[in-house]
């Protein structure tokens, strides 16, 4: 975890920040304000297609977006520019991502948002959980946008996809092989596709996909396996105040053969849930968390609840 919070912008990013990004890009920058990812390319899209300028705006959590039409700038030079952002914003004004935000259109009329997206994030203060099971040989898998979230770090495998329907077919096709270690799956349409943009039907058909899943992947475990089911934060399609995060607590499920149900209650950090992970490796974190299993004779037992948004 970070001793202090990662940088946000509610004003918008300072001049010297945007006028170096500027100089190193060439390139002009439209809005610089917390603003939605959907809306900002329908308000500032023709301008950005008649002057070339790069949309860059943020949001209440740490991030620096970059939205530009993939006919403007092309997918691989609009990384370039995230990546020469993430240069920049260091130290003290070190947000936790880069966002890369393409889009095309119009499409009846509007600007849309493509699949193409890419984050660029800041490398993590200290030695993490995957770090520590990478240290010990085991294997660290990562599906989705795992990746991109831990820049890389602490990874031995990873794989891309297009959405929780693919994200969860790579699950069940891991499954299939023989692994040691940590199978990390990230289904990013809960927040992206439906969360932020308060999409509760759409929200409610991605759960029930994911419930009519559940037993092909509980199906395949093995008997030494355990699945956890978590969340990094609160996204409630319901709540139209804002589109951005909200703060109520996330769940944390553990199942597996050896796991009995128990009840730990509300946890106050993430950390606990490396803990865990490391705990079933026999692996001593070294960073602050308490792990949630319990030794129980011949089994383990664990389960419980993890409280959103830790500091």
């Known amino acids: 975890s970070s001793p202090k919070p990662l940088p946000t912008y509610p004003d918008g ?60 700038v092309p997918l691989e030079q609009l990384y370039e520019y995230c990546r020469t952002a993430r240069q920049i914003l260091q130290k003290e004004h070190g947000v936790g991502r880069v966002i890369a935000r393409p889009f095309v259109g119009p499409v009846e009329g509007k600007y849309v948002r493509t699949p193409h997206r890419h984050d660029f994030s800041i490398l993590p203060p200290d030695v993490t959980m995957l770090d520590q099971l990478l240290q010990a040989g085991k294997d660290v898998i990562a599906v989705g946008k ?16 297009s959405g929780n329907e693919e994200g969860i077919e790579r699950t069940l096709e891991y499954l299939d092989k023989d692994f040691e ?27 029930c996909y994911f419930d009519q899943r559940l037993p092909r992947i509980m199906e395949k475990m093995r008997p030494e396996d355990v699945l956890m089911i978590t969340a990094d934060h609160g996204c409630d399609p319901g709540y139209t105040a804002t589109t951005d995060h909200t703060r109520e607590y996330t769940p944390f499920l553990m199942y597996g053969e050896k796991i009995a149900p128990k009840n730990l209650g509300t946890r106050k950090t993430f950390a606990d ?12 974190p070294v960073f602050p968390g308490e792990s949630m299993l319990v030794e129980k004779e011949p089994e383990r037992e664990a389960a419980g609840s993890m409280g959103a948004n830790p500091p």
């Open 273 to 284: 849930i490396a803990a865990t992970v490391l705990d079933y490796f026999c692996i001593k």
């Open 181 to 207: 270690g940590l199978c990390f799956i990230n289904l990013v349409d809960y927040d992206m596709l439906y969360g932020h943009r308060r999409d509760i039907d759409g929200y409610a058909r991605a759960l």
């Open 146 to 161: 795992i990746k991109d979230i831990f820049a890389g770090q602490g990874i031995s495998e990873a794989v891309y996809t």
């Open 13 to 72: 990013f300072p001049e010297e920040v945007i006028d170096l990004f500027s100089r190193k890009t060439g390139r002009g920058v439209l809005c610089n304000k917390p603003y939605s990812g959907t809306a900002v390319i329908q308000d500032y899209g023709d301008e950005h297609m008649a002057t070339g300028k790069l949309i860059v705006y943020t949001s209440a959590d740490s991030v620096f977006q970059i939205a530009a039409h993939e006919d403007v």
